[in-house]
């Protein structure tokens, strides 16, 4: 049995498999590697700049590793991860995964990945938080806040988990537990991770407003306001214009979120911001150039951003506002290779992968995919069991021996046993190192801490 003490949510390092080239050719930025994936000394010492920029909304089961990079790459400025709760997250452990060069955070219960992040994203990746405690969202963002840009705090989901627990839009109605969070994690984190929140318009424009200034003073450095009220769902056209009345409440930035589909609404929306008909958005940011002419709050005239959700997930390539998007097959590849690079499990693949070939509003999907007719495509998608079967479907090269075992499954980290130091049969505060799987040499621990685990084999 192999034992390793580490530190909770704090740098296990898995070991490199082999040579560079017993991992796939990727992108650059997880070609094969046997370098350690350190991410918390690269702090940013400057402020996110707002001003101008399209940025990837916080989507369940959709806003993960791979889809971030793939908007980051088409043109996103900031990309948003789904939203977890801070309960789930107090406990992850955060393993360095050299393999595929990210930072994983495990849940020692599920012993899955609750988390994944990378040096790609690390400047512009901000980790959404599920909360209604104060003290619990400042031990959870403590354990990521090194590795992320910033925190988002979700004040604006209205699904029955999240109100019931306090979370979400319960939080519009309970100003006083908002502001709590708020100031508590600005405290508790680093000056060089940000603290924000996504909210949702209140019943009127003014306790929209105020609820905003209450968010401004607690302490949040930009505010994202989804343009519908809690009780209105998707299908409820977004109150573009109600933006109009509220950006201006505060004083930080404010990104706009909500329908938007196509490169066509972005940029009519930008137009709408600026209000004289040209194809400039806020602050002369004008779209299609991608050429940030102002970024003076006081030459601004809407709101500083827009965000993205379903529009991103159906084309990630919507971002592209400075070059022409490529075909839609190719990125659905592209998408793929992501996927197949930053270790995704096939599950959520075939997942992003089928509301991808679904399209929604206003997007048009091929009637066909690979030679194939559009629904027998999905049909045979819905049935794959591999990462491997989901990219011979694609036309994808995968090799599956030049992955670890278990590779691209839920199941990575299945066969570790992770138990809180300090029970029975704890032997020592030492590192011992012993093979964890058969193509891979050993595990490390990283700095000691006073809060420890233990994981097993």
Not at 200 to 223: D, N, P, V, Y
Not at 226 to 249: L, S, T, Y
Request: glycine share 6%; net charge neutral; with cysteine.
């Amino acid at each position: 049995m192999a034992v390793l003490n580490a530190s909770t949510a704090n740098e296990h390092q898995l070991p490199a498999n082999g040579s560079p080239e017993s991992l796939p050719a990727a992108d650059a930025s997880f070609a094969g590697s046997n370098q350690q994936v350190v991410l918390q000394d690269d702090c940013p010492t400057t402020p996110i700049e707002y001003d101008g920029i399209e940025v990837l909304a916080p989507m369940v089961r959709a806003s993960t590793l791979p889809l971030r990079l793939e908007c980051l790459r088409y043109g996103a400025g900031l990309v948003y991860g789904e939203e977890i709760v801070d309960k789930k997250f107090v406990n992850v452990v955060r393993v360095e995964n050299p393999q595929f060069r990210t930072v994983d955070f495990v849940s020692q219960r599920e012993k899955g990945i609750v988390f994944s992040t990378c040096k790609e994203e690390r400047d512009r990746v901000i980790f959404q938080m599920g909360t209604a405690d104060p003290v619990l969202a400042s031990q959870a963002a403590l354990l990521v806040c090194k590795d992320v840009r910033g925190v988002d705090v979700n004040m604006g989901c209205p699904k029955s988990f999240s109100v019931k627990g306090g979370m979400g839009a319960a939080l519009l109605d309970t100003p006083d537990m908002a502001s709590e969070i708020l100031k508590s994690l600005r405290r508790s984190l680093p000056s060089s991770c940000s603290v924000t929140c996504k909210i949702r318009m209140r019943a009127t424009t003014e306790k929209t407003r105020e609820f905003m200034q209450l968010c401004e003073r607690s302490g949040a450095e930009a505010i994202a306001v989804h343009m519908r009220q809690r009780e209105e769902r998707p299908a409820d056209p977004a109150h573009w214009d109600e933006i109009m009345r509220v950006w201006d409440a505060v004083n930080v930035p404010v990104i706009a979120n909500g329908d938007f589909f196509t490169r066509q609404q972005i940029n009519q929306f930008w137009k709408h911001c600026k209000g004289d008909g040209d194809n400039c958005g806020v602050n002369g940011f004008c779209a299609g150039n991608g050429v940030n002419l102002s970024t003076s709050t006081a030459t601004r005239k809407g709101p500083a951003a827009v965000m993205i959700a379903r529009g991103a997930l159906w084309n990630p390539s919507i971002f592209c506002r400075d070059r022409e998007a490529p075909p839609f097959e190719e990125v659905v590849r592209s998408y793929t290779r992501a996927a197949v690079q930053a270790n995704s499990s096939y599950q959520n693949t075939k997942w992003v992968l089928s509301q991808m070939l679904a399209g929604g509003t206003g997007v048009i999907v091929p009637t066909s995919f690979c030679d194939e007719p559009m629904k027998a495509f999905n049909r045979r998608l819905s049935t794959a069991k591999s990462m491997s079967a989901i990219c011979e479907m694609i036309r994808e090269p995968f090799d599956a021996a030049a992955f670890p075992e278990k590779a691209h499954t839920t199941s990575f980290y299945q066969s570790l046993e992770l138990v809180k130091a300090g029970t029975p049969g704890d032997p020592t505060n030492e590192n011992t190192l012993a093979e964890r799987r058969p193509n891979e040499t050993n595990l490390e621990d990283g700095p000691t801490a006073s809060k420890r685990a233990r994981l097993t084999q």
